[in-house]
């Protein structure tokens, strides 16, 4: 059994945004975190709430590995989505139908 990969938190602010997603993010989207930290990419910020339909958004700094995302088994209430809408910023992630949870970065 291979011991799970460590998670590069690059500072106390990393780190402290890390705890909050992994108490408050629906466990769906909390998978998809956890690998774009492996994969590198950073926190950018989190979002309470995260435009008019999200409570809770978290905002990664480069754009998300969707290929290597695309592997994960996502349950069914998590789902991709895509913002073009020009009062946000262009961004695209994915999306829980349960709690409304987003999670994202820029496009590429």
């Keep these: 059994m291979q011991a799970a990969p460590e998670l590069r938190i690059l500072n106390i602010y990393d780190d402290s945004i890390y705890r909050v ?3 408050k993010l629906s466990s ?3 998978q998809i975190v956890d690998l774009e930290i492996e994969l590198g990419n950073v926190v950018a910020r989190i979002d309470e709430p995260a435009g008019t339909r999200s409570p809770l958004g978290v905002v990664f700094e480069k754009p998300l590995h969707l290929e290597s995302l695309n592997v994960l088994p996502l349950p069914e209430s998590v789902y ?3 913002s073009t809408d020009p ?3 262009k961004e695209r992630g994915y999306a ?3 709690t ?3 999670v994202s970065g820029p496009f590429n």
């Design 80 to 82: 991709y989505w895509e």
């Design 28 to 30: 769906g989207l909390q």
């Design 96 to 98: 829980c139908r349960l």
């Design 87 to 89: 009062h946000y910023e």
């Design 21 to 23: 997603t992994k108490m």
């Design 100 to 102: 409304k949870h987003v």
